[in-house]
């Protein structure tokens, strides 16, 4: 009985091989039988595109495969999977497209999210999968955006005409515009720059439920509240500037909820952190470099990029360093500490300040180039690098409030900057980690680079050393064996000179000789 079972499979599996095997070619097609879109590699504007559609074809012939073999439970379930895993990448990739140079001509028609890579890179490739995820995504939910990637190494030229100086480069281009992506390589925050810089530049508020609706879906949005007006206008300029990183809204006066309060119109507002503010040209200048200011919660989980974005804002940065698998007290009240002066005290400090905490101290000594102790509070300015230290034991809110007050009346000592001696102390900083992290992560590495080099460098150096010294030698020595052959050659013809007289007096003239021969018998 199992061995019938066995010839049954075994027919059946050759069956399907038969199958393949057997079918006829396809006659063959002219361009004009498909869609152009099917005939490009996977593209899928007009359905899936011929090599996506071969994948799926073989990968389910895969699975028949395996089903129909003699391969145990086990087996058939890690097939399974491998199946199931090559579908989905299979899938993904189909919904992003490769672009090659025929895209600058046609891009205009579409609005484009396109990822600028190159082969080699590691960012490019880790950015991969999450770039597939995303154009599935896409497309799934019916977005206008086409996903794309191109080879910024094969087609330079139009990687320079959109301004692409790094591997990758993510860019949302509509119509003449080209956006640049800055936030986190995540699938939903590319989706959601997407979304916002694809749409309308500043989208109306028709109703009090679509602001409700608004506020709850949006951590930080604008609004601006009146009729035609340069504020306006400076509004528009501003949004076209900054809808990389937000969003703007317009509405008009009865749409506002009742408890905001505007002394006059038009006006500008930002609602974030369960509040609002309004923007006053008088007190906070630029209507723009507000908007950069304010597009930040007041209180935040601090990074290093974070850190970077917020030098735009010309804010000091309070920050709680702590451990964050640490539970002790002292850790966790330094921590609920900074919440509550931000909370508390954001009408004091939100022009002035940003706050947050950051787990760990490794990036912030990095930045210091100084070694901090956790828990600690330090205040960065990240517009000059300079930055402001603890000179106190904080206990409760009241402490840090001081020692905010104290920092911006010029009481506590700033340290660091940005000068010429700083600078230096920077380079020799980023050489002595460099080397450093070298010999940790790979030590044989370290001897193999730095030790090459200096041992050729001793080498030529003692050579350098060894000529001079010689030659020195040599010469030396050759002037005194010409100084005493010298002398004996002097005293030999004195001695000539002294014996000739007393030879009987001789009648014969001495002829003396040419100057030119005597300098040549004495050399």
């Given at each position: 009985?199992?061995?019938?079972?066995?010839?049954?499979?075994?027919?059946?599996?050759?069956?399907?091989?038969?199958?393949?095997?057997?079918?006829?070619?396809?006659?063959?097609?002219?361009?004009?039988?498909?869609?152009?879109?099917?005939?490009?590699?996977?593209?899928?504007?007009?359905?899936?595109?011929?090599?996506?559609?071969?994948?799926?074809?073989?990968?389910?012939?895969?699975?028949?495969?395996?089903?129909?073999?003699?391969?145990?439970?086990?087996?058939?379930?890690?097939?399974?999977?491998?199946?199931?895993?090559?579908?989905?990448?299979?899938?993904?990739?189909?919904?992003?497209?490769?672009?090659?140079?025929?895209?600058?001509?046609?891009?205009?028609?579409?609005?484009?999210?396109?990822?600028?890579?190159?082969?080699?890179?590691?960012?490019?490739?880790?950015?991969?999968?999450?770039?597939?995820?995303?154009?599935?995504?896409?497309?799934?939910?019916?977005?206008?955006?086409?996903?794309?990637?191109?080879?910024?190494?094969?087609?330079?030229?139009?990687?320079?005409?959109?301004?692409?100086?790094?591997?990758?480069?993510?860019?949302?281009?509509?119509?003449?515009?080209?956006?640049?992506?800055?936030?986190?390589?995540?699938?939903?925050?590319?989706?959601?720059?997407?979304?916002?810089?694809?749409?309308?530049?500043?989208?109306?508020?028709?109703?009090?439920?679509?602001?409700?609706?608004?506020?709850?879906?949006?951590?930080?949005?604008?609004?601006?509240?009146?009729?035609?007006?340069?504020?306006?206008?400076?509004?528009?300029?501003?949004?076209?500037?900054?809808?990389?990183?937000?969003?703007?809204?317009?509405?008009?006066?009865?749409?506002?909820?009742?408890?905001?309060?505007?002394?006059?119109?038009?006006?500008?507002?930002?609602?974030?952190?369960?509040?609002?503010?309004?923007?006053?040209?008088?007190?906070?200048?630029?209507?723009?470099?507000?908007?950069?200011?304010?597009?930040?919660?007041?209180?935040?989980?601090?990074?290093?990029?974070?850190?970077?974005?917020?030098?735009?804002?010309?804010?000091?940065?309070?920050?709680?360093?702590?451990?964050?698998?640490?539970?002790?007290?002292?850790?966790?009240?330094?921590?609920?500490?900074?919440?509550?002066?931000?909370k508390d005290y954001r009408d004091h400090f939100h022009r002035d300040f940003q706050f947050g905490h950051m787990d760990g101290n490794d990036y912030i000594n990095t930045l210091l180039m100084d070694e901090l102790t956790v828990p600690t509070v330090v205040v960065l300015n990240t517009s000059n690098q300079q930055y402001y230290l603890l000179d106190r034991q904080i206990n409760n809110a009241k402490d840090m409030v001081q020692f905010i007050n104290n920092i911006l009346d010029g009481t506590v000592e700033a340290q660091?900057?940005?000068?010429?001696?700083?600078?230096?102390?920077?380079?020799?900083?980023?050489?002595?980690?460099?080397?450093?992290?070298?010999?940790?992560?790979?030590?044989?590495?370290?001897?193999?680079?730095?030790?090459?080099?200096?041992?050729?460098?001793?080498?030529?150096?003692?050579?350098?050393?060894?000529?001079?010294?010689?030659?020195?030698?040599?010469?030396?020595?050759?002037?005194?064996?010409?100084?005493?052959?010298?002398?004996?050659?002097?005293?030999?013809?004195?001695?000539?000179?002294?014996?000739?007289?007393?030879?009987?007096?001789?009648?014969?003239?001495?002829?003396?000789?040419?100057?030119?021969?005597?300098?040549?018998?004495?050399?």
């Amino acid at each position: 009985m199992l061995r019938s079972q066995r010839m049954l499979r075994a027919r059946e599996a050759g069956s399907i091989l038969g199958g393949v095997r057997s079918r006829p070619a396809p006659p063959p097609a002219s361009a004009a039988s498909f869609p152009s879109a099917q005939l490009e590699p996977a593209s899928l504007s007009g359905g899936l595109g011929v090599p996506l559609f071969l994948s799926l074809q073989w990968t389910v012939l895969l699975m028949q495969l395996f089903m129909a073999s003699e391969a145990g439970p086990w087996s058939r379930a890690v097939a399974l999977c491998v199946t199931v895993l090559l579908l989905d990448v299979a899938l993904c990739k189909g919904f992003v497209e490769d672009l090659d140079e025929s895209f600058k001509d046609n891009r205009k028609d579409d609005i484009w999210l396109v990822d600028f890579y190159a082969p080699w890179c590691g960012h490019c490739k880790k950015l991969e999968p999450v770039w597939n995820e995303v154009g599935l995504e896409m497309k799934s939910i019916g977005s206008p955006v086409k996903v794309g990637k191109m080879d910024a190494t094969s087609y330079s030229s139009i990687a320079s005409e959109f301004g692409v100086r790094g591997y990758p480069t993510i860019k949302l281009l509509k119509g003449d515009l080209a956006y640049n992506y800055r936030g986190p390589r995540t699938k939903d925050d590319i989706i959601e720059f997407a979304h916002r810089v694809s749409g309308a530049l500043i989208r109306p508020l028709p109703s009090q439920q679509m602001f409700e609706h608004v506020r709850k879906r949006h951590r930080v949005f604008f609004v601006y509240v009146g009729g035609e007006s340069p504020l306006k206008e400076k509004y528009i300029d501003a949004a076209s500037e900054l809808i990389v990183y937000t969003y703007f809204f317009s509405a008009l006066e009865e749409v506002i909820p009742e408890y905001v309060t505007l002394k006059e119109m038009p006006a500008v507002l930002v609602f974030k952190d369960e509040t609002y503010f309004v923007y006053d040209e008088y007190e906070d200048g630029d209507l723009s470099a507000w908007i950069s200011r304010e597009r930040f919660q007041n209180y935040l989980t601090m990074d290093g990029f974070l850190l970077y974005e917020l030098g735009d804002t010309g804010k000091l940065v309070a920050i709680a360093v702590i451990d964050e698998k640490n539970t002790s007290i002292e850790h966790t009240r330094l921590k609920s500490i900074i919440q509550e002066v931000a909370k508390d005290y954001r009408d004091h400090f939100h022009r002035d300040f940003q706050f947050g905490h950051m787990d760990g101290n490794d990036y912030i000594n990095t930045l210091l180039m100084d070694e901090l102790t956790v828990p600690t509070v330090v205040v960065l300015n990240t517009s000059n690098q300079q930055y402001y230290l603890l000179d106190r034991q904080i206990n409760n809110a009241k402490d840090m409030v001081q020692f905010i007050n104290n920092i911006l009346d010029g009481t506590v000592e700033a340290q660091g900057g940005d000068s010429i001696l700083q600078r230096l102390k920077r380079i020799i900083f980023d050489a002595k980690s460099t080397v450093v992290s070298i010999f940790k992560s790979s030590p044989l590495m370290g001897c193999f680079l730095f030790g090459l080099p200096l041992g050729v460098i001793s080498i030529m150096c003692y050579g350098i050393y060894t000529a001079d010294t010689d030659g020195g030698y040599i010469e030396e020595r050759y002037e005194i064996v010409s100084k005493s052959e010298m002398e004996g050659q002097e005293q030999i013809e004195e001695s000539k000179e002294q014996q000739e007289p007393s030879r009987g007096g001789s009648l014969v003239p001495t002829v003396q000789e040419p100057k030119d021969v005597l300098e040549k018998k004495t050399n």
